[in-house]
């Protein structure tokens, strides 16, 4: 299986502050990889697809960079519904598997 | 627009077996390229890729569940389901549908909270 590891595990940033999560892969995953925004008792909603590819809907101060095995999701101006768990999650090959998630927390 | 909910047994004897369905409204189950997917998570832990059916009928599993899982596809009531056989306390967790469009996973339902018990 592919190993995704997220840093940092824990966040902690204020309104208006530009944050970036890593997302690291154990082999290349070319640009199959995924970001998810989820809050606490929701499901999670579909942020970046294909490393880069901006979701219809979600806001532009969202971005995702990368390829192969390093990765970035970055928010460039955090608002506060920013505040929440990301997820990393890799489509190269079966099975697909998740980062442990990143909580981003109001400082 | 595209709606998914999740029903089933909420609460499940060890050794017994999980059933959810997961019933698509607003669009058609056949509609378009679509894999369907179930993805869970364990109480205070990170998200687990279950499996998926394509829209072939193929199914894909995850090999931490070996062959305790089945994913299967009722096109005619426009739902998919979810069965996990022999289950333990290991498999409480809110489980997740999703339709995948083959690089990411674009709608999802609400959850359902399953737990493991005597």
């Known amino acids: 299986d592919i190993q995704m590891t997220q840093s940092p595990s824990t966040l902690s940033a204020s309104v208006g502050d530009r944050v970036t999560i890593t997302c690291r892969a154990s082999?290349?995953?070319?640009?199959?990889l995924a970001w998810y925004q989820q809050k606490p008792g929701k499901a999670p909603k579909l942020l970046i697809y294909?490393?880069?590819n901006l979701e219809s809907g979600v806001p532009s101060t969202f971005s995702g960079s990368g390829s192969g095995t390093e990765f970035t999701l970055t928010i460039s101006s955090l608002q506060p519904d920013d505040f929440a768990t990301y997820h990393c999650?890799?489509?190269?090959?079966?099975?697909?598997?998740f980062g442990q998630g990143t909580k981003l927390e109001i400082k | 627009q595209l709606q998914l909910q999740e029903s089933g047994s909420g609460l499940v004897k060890p050794s017994q077996t999980l059933s959810l369905t997961c019933t698509v409204s607003?669009?058609?189950?056949?509609?378009?390229?679509?894999?369907w997917s179930w993805i869970r998570q364990p109480p205070g832990k990170g998200l687990e890729w279950i499996g998926y059916?394509?829209?072939?009928?193929?199914?894909y599993y995850n090999p931490s569940l070996k062959s305790r899982v089945t994913i299967s596809v009722d096109r005619s009531k426009n739902q998919f389901s979810l069965r996990v056989g022999s289950v333990t306390a290991a498999d409480t967790a809110v489980y997740y549908c999703?339709?995948?469009?083959?690089?990411?996973?674009?709608?999802w339902g609400k959850g359902t909270t399953v737990t493991v018990s005597s």
């Open positions: 999703a339709r995948d469009r083959a690089a990411s996973m674009d709608v």
């Open positions: 607003g669009g058609s189950i056949n509609s378009g390229d679509y894999s």
């Open positions: 059916i394509s829209h072939s009928g193929n199914s």
């Open positions: 082999q290349s995953i070319s640009s199959w």
């Open positions: 294909r490393a880069s």
């Open positions: 999650q890799q489509y190269n090959s079966f099975p697909y598997t």
